[in-house]
């Protein structure tokens, strides 16, 4: 179904593609739990992929923190996250039934019941609390990042609490970079849509060419 802990294979994907083509420079940006893989992948492979440059756009840091908040905050955001993940899920049950879980989905009624439905069966883990720890960005574990990278969070982060952020040791290597307004990955400009963090995005990465 889907492990967020599975950063290794990623990166060995990663690998891969690089290893049949040949680029200059290579960069990573990776937008909420993507940018959690970009970070992960930054600190773990990023000397081995010889990554340029990295950046994450409001990357979860302490899942369990988030939800916590989620549940917590407008319940217009809480109930958006939950129909989203539901649907996504119920369309790949539909082109993998062998898994049988498609009515505890459909009787689903909450985050943590899809959570309570998925963390037993489909990873190494026995609760939420274990599977959110094993991928947090929380303490050190950064640390090791040699590769210049960057986060871009929001203070007005319904999901990714200002709090989590700063429970990240500092590395001279990463640097972060808190906006006022911009959501969870949104950091629209103007009513028709555009996209500051697409020109910041740009910006950073121009740095380095």
Known sequence: ??????????????????????????????????????????????????????????????DLNGLRVLNKGFFVYRRYFFRLWKSSLIRKISIFPEYGIQSKLRQARSIDDINSILIPDFVPYMNPESYFSAYALTGDRLSTIKVPSTIIASKDDPIVPTADIIKICKNARLSIEIQAFGGHCGFIDNVWGASWVERRLSVIFNSFL
């Open 1 to 62: 179904m889907f492990n967020a802990t599975r950063s290794d294979e990623v990166a060995d994907c990663i690998g891969f593609f690089l290893s049949t083509r040949s680029y200059e420079k290579v960069f990573i940006a990776g937008f909420s739990l993507g940018g959690n893989f970009a970070l992960r992948i930054a600190a773990d492979h990023g000397s081995h992929l010889e990554l340029t440059a990295v950046v994450a756009i409001s990357p979860p840091v302490d």
